[in-house]
C-alpha cells in the first residue's frame, strides 16, 4: 500500500525558512510524478511544485525564487525548502504522488507564518 508521509511544519516568523518532508513507502521512481500542494482555510487546495520521475520541476508563481522542490531517492523522499515565507503561505500543506492512474496524498503538515 502506497503512504506518503509528511514531515517538517510548524510556525515560523515572517521572512524565516522551513523544509518541508515527503516519506514514501517505496521507491519515488515508481511516481511518475510528485508534488507539494497547500490548502489556506476557506480556499481551495493548489499545487505549490512538482517534480516527475525525470527530474523535471515545477513551481507556482506564488512562491517561484522562495521555494523549491528537490528529492533524495536513497531515502525516498522529497523535500520543499521554503524560504522568505509569508503569512498568506500559512496553509496545511499536502504531498501527493501520481503512481498507476491513481493518486495518493498524506496526511498533511501545518505551516503558520506569524509573528
Known amino acids: 500500500q502506497v503512504q506518503l508521509v509528511e514531515s517538517g511544519g510548524g510556525l515560523v516568523q515572517p521572512g524565516g525558512s522551513l523544509r518541508l518532508s515527503c516519506a514514501a513507502s517505496?521507491?519515488?521512481?515508481?511516481?511518475?510524478?510528485m508534488g507539494w500542494y497547500r490548502q489556506a482555510p476557506g480556499q481551495q487546495r493548489e499545487m505549490v511544485a512538482t517534480i516527475t520521475s525525470g527530474g523535471k520541476t515545477n513551481v507556482a508563481d506564488s512562491v517561484r525564487g522562495r521555494f523549491t522542490i528537490s528529492r533524495d531517492t536513497a531515502k525516498n523522499t522529497v523535500y520543499l525548502q521554503m524560504n522568505r515565507l509569508k503569512p498568506e503561505d500559512t496553509a496545511v500543506y499536502y504531498c501527493?504522488?501520481?503512481?498507476?492512474?491513481?493518486?495518493?496524498w498524506g496526511q498533511g503538515t501545518q505551516v503558520t507564518v506569524s509573528s
Open positions: 517505496g521507491s519515488i521512481f515508481s511516481f511518475n510524478a
Open positions: 501527493n504522488g501520481y503512481l498507476g492512474g491513481k493518486i495518493y
